[in-house]
């Protein structure tokens, strides 16, 4: 049984940052991906990054140099700093597990089997 926690969210202006951190429980994950999604007001969820097996990360193309997801020594916890927020980044983010990842599906929403809750993130002007 996987669950995961995210926590960090909240409201900031515009060029500001904010960390999010994504507790996992149940297995220390060292295989498969962990991924951030975000789901914009109104908008379908999308990919934000990804560790994919607990080594190479993959960004969105449009969040690439703003975006940075990191994990810890201890493969329980992975973060999402987020730096140079736009009013446009306002989004439930949700960190995900994928056990069985493959490249090839590392940025698709329906191939994540674990999900968190989410967590706010507001970024006004």
């Known amino acids: 049984q996987v669950s995961l926690a995210e926590s960090g969210g909240g409201a900031v202006q515009a060029g500001g940052s904010l960390r999010l951190s994504c507790a996992t429980s149940g297995t220390a994950i060292r295989t498969g991906a962990m991924g951030w999604f975000r789901q914009p007001p109104g908008k379908e969820r999308e990919f934000v990054a990804a560790?994919?097996?607990?080594?190479?990360?993959y960004y969105a193309d449009a969040l690439k140099g703003r975006f940075t997801m990191s994990r810890d020594s201890g493969k329980t916890t992975v973060f999402l700093q987020m730096d140079d927020l736009h009013v446009e980044d306002t989004a439930v983010y949700h960190c995900?597990?994928?056990?069985?990842?493959?490249?090839?599906?590392?940025?698709?929403?329906?191939?994540?089997?674990?999900w968190g809750q989410g967590t706010q993130v507001t970024v006004s002007s």
């Open positions: 995900a597990f994928d056990p069985g990842a493959i490249l090839s599906t590392l940025r698709q929403p329906n191939a994540y089997e674990h």
């Open positions: 560790i994919f097996r607990g080594s190479r990360t």
